[in-house]
């Protein structure tokens, strides 16, 4: 019965050494690997400028714009 067992989970199972399972994932492992260069490459060049919280510059034409308060107090009821 164990015998039955153990060839069962062993026909199952994905690799049976370690050269199977690095030709399984190394294909997988160079493409996210590349993807990483790629992508967070450019990041770490630009010292991540493009990402930093900058503060939204004020367009005094803008049609749509609200006035920002800086004091803690409210603004004045319209009446």
């Not at 019965?1 to 492992?29: C, D, K, N, R, W």
């Amino acid at each position: 019965m164990h015998h039955a067992l153990a060839q069962a989970l062993l026909a199952h199972t994905m690799a049976q050494s370690a050269l199977e399972l690095l030709a399984l994932i190394g294909p997988f492992a160079i493409i996210f690997g590349a993807g990483a260069v790629l992508v967070i490459g450019p990041v770490v060049r630009g010292q991540g400028d493009r990402y930093s919280a900058h503060p939204a510059a004020a367009d005094p034409g803008a049609a749509n714009s609200d006035p920002v308060t800086t004091s803690d107090e409210s603004p004045a009821p319209v009446t």
